[in-house]
């Protein structure tokens, strides 16, 4: 596990180089621009000077290929059932891994027939997190993922971060939580 502290202001010749293989904590206090660098990462945000490549590529449609994103917001409709979001994942990404994704939500306690809109905040996380977790991306990003649950949930879901990662992939988790995370 390696650290990257922000401040305010942080983003001032900065040069970060992330290896496979490893976890990086992008730590700071709310507001330090955490998220905004996973917005820079992600392509969200366009705004801003400097290179950013991931991969050797700038940021865009072959980085997005490459990236699994778990923001900080739930994303779903409300009308949503959690087999509606698998459906879409399986759709939308060639390196989804649906047995994956039902065996770490089956560890979760998540069944497929729920709507997503009736989990609890937690829940909704963890099943986020299954689904991020459940790609075969190179760089996982993961924005606050045991920012909104107790202290017995946040446990269960770093251990499932690090049962679920592989030395080809990078993992970034974001979070103002410094002490949980280290």
């Not at 900080?72 to 891994?97: G, R």
């Not at 986020?128 to 920012?147: F, H, V, W, Y």
Request: proline share 3%; net charge negative; charged share 25%.
């Amino acid at each position: 596990f390696k650290k990257i502290c922000l401040g305010y202001n942080s983003f001032h010749d900065m040069t970060i180089t992330f290896q496979p293989g490893e976890i990086y904590g992008i730590l700071g206090r709310n507001g330090s621009g955490k998220t905004t660098l996973i917005k820079i990462l992600t392509g969200l945000l366009k705004d801003y000077s400097g290179v950013v490549k991931i991969n050797g590529k700038a940021i865009g449609t072959e980085t997005k290929a490459i990236v699994s994103y778990l923001p900080d917001e739930p994303y779903f409709s409300d009308w949503m059932k959690v087999k509606d979001a698998l459906s879409i994942f399986m759709d939308m990404y060639a390196d989804f891994d649906y047995a994956k994704c039902l065996e770490i939500m089956k560890k979760f306690q998540i069944e497929e027939n729920v709507r997503i809109k009736t989990m609890s905040k937690g829940t909704e996380d963890k099943f986020q997190l299954a689904l991020g977790m459940s790609r075969k991306a190179k760089l996982i990003i993961l924005d606050e993922p045991i920012g909104g649950v107790d202290p017995a949930a946040r446990e269960v879901i770093l251990d499932t971060i690090l049962e679920n990662y592989s030395p080809e992939q990078t993992i970034l988790i974001a979070t103002h939580l410094i002490a949980d995370i280290e």
